[in-house]
């Protein structure tokens, strides 16, 4: 339901390497659905059809943000299971309506929100570190992320109805990833600014400087959208424990690990993994006639999201990439905008 966001496509590629999986209809009132449909050997159709065919028993959401909750409520009704693209919705309010349809569900069917930078294999790898109390205590973790120079004036970051840009639509992927790590932060403080000298009000751009305040540990986050380099690869975790420190990188994919002494497998000193750098780049070279960004080239995290997706409506496995913590992402986005309204003071930030 929708099919003018890029990643639409992402995801039917890598359902489609899932044994049992058939992606067969989608539905969207833009003009560019046959093109879609066609080029991925799918039906074209109205909402009501795809909802009401028995066959279907799981839907894709990838519409404009403000209309993410409505198509998935319908789904949910409808009793099929859902995948909503990130950020899962325009504002808070979204986000908390579409808890309350999670909550209203029948049994079995599965929310998931379309968060996948989180399952990237150095994201998950540095997670089982920090809990196996390898680098010891965490006591501080600097993060940066970034949007594609010149994606700030785009349409899709800058839609009325959502409550931000490119903060919000592109700095959430990182923050998610922070929250799925470390949990959601007690307060935010935050400076959130354009540059005079590259944007005008017209545009959304959200510069960030952002500090998240835990009870015992602290996380600074950067971000901006002039990135010259690809989606996410210039995108850094760094934590810093009592016994080490990890080094997370996004695409490619990459670890740097120090621990300060022999610890089980991991030697005193650095230890290095890189993905090959033989890997697609990020985003596909041919015109993209469906939505006004590239596709994407390499869905590398596409691949265990929809595993996912699927084991948790095969099996009731755990869901991925959850609401409540696209609930909190929601929260702490509003918290910095907040902030800036109040130069920089602290917000507290609502529990889930």
């Known amino acids: 339901m929708g099919i003018t966001h890029p990643h639409a496509s992402a995801r039917v590629r890598a359902l489609r390497q899932i044994d049992g999986v058939e992606v067969v209809a989608a539905a969207d009132d833009d003009p560019r659905l046959k093109y879609f449909t066609d080029k ?9 059809e795809i909802l009401q065919d028995e066959r279907i028993n799981a839907i894709m959401v990838h519409s404009k943000s403000k209309d993410m909750v409505a198509h998935a409520r319908r789904a949910l009704e409808a009793g099929k299971s859902v995948v909503v693209e ?6 808070v309010e979204d986000l908390l309506a579409l808890a309350e349809a999670e909550a209203e569900a029948a049994p079995g069917q599965i929310v998931q929100v379309g968060y996948n930078v989180r399952l990237a294999q150095s994201i998950a790898r540095a997670k089982e570190l920090i809990e ?10 600097s993060a940066r992320g970034a949007a594609l120079v010149g994606e700030h004036l785009t349409q899709h970051l800058n839609q009325p109805a959502d409550m931000g840009g490119a903060l919000w639509i592109i700095g959430c992927h990182m923050l998610d990833s922070l929250v799925h790590m470390f949990g959601a932060p007690e307060s935010v403080n935050a400076r959130v600014h354009k540059s005079s000298r590259l ?28 990135d010259h380099l690809e989606w996410f690869e210039s995108s850094r975790i760094c934590v810093y424990g009592t016994g080490g420190m990890i080094e997370v990188g996004i695409l490619p994919q990459r670890l740097r690990v120090y621990v300060d002494e022999d610890r089980a497998e991991w030697q005193a000193g650095w230890t290095e993994w890189t993905q090959s750098h033989f890997t697609p780049p990020f985003a596909r070279t041919e015109l993209n006639k469906f939505s006004e960004l590239p596709e994407l080239e ?55």
Not at 132 to 141: F, H, L, P, Q, W
Not at 202 to 215: F, G, I, Q, T
């Open 199 to 226: 944007s005008d009000d017209r545009s959304r751009e959200d510069s960030a400087s952002v500090l998240l305040n835990y009870p015992d540990m602290s996380i600074t986050f950067s971000f901006d959208g002039h």
């Open 40 to 48: 991925y050997d799918m039906e074209p159709r109205e909402i009501d």
């Open 132 to 141: 196996s109390g390898a680098i010891g205590e965490v006591v501080t973790v």
């Open 298 to 352: 390499n869905i590398s995290n596409f691949h265990p999201e929809m595993r996912g997706w699927v084991d948790s409506i095969r099996t009731g496995a755990p869901v991925v990439s959850p609401v409540a913590d696209a609930l909190a992402v929601a929260r702490i986005v509003d918290a910095c905008y907040r902030s800036e309204k109040d130069r920089g003071a602290s917000i507290e930030v609502a529990p889930a």
């Open 86 to 91: 990130k950020p899962g919705g325009g504002t």
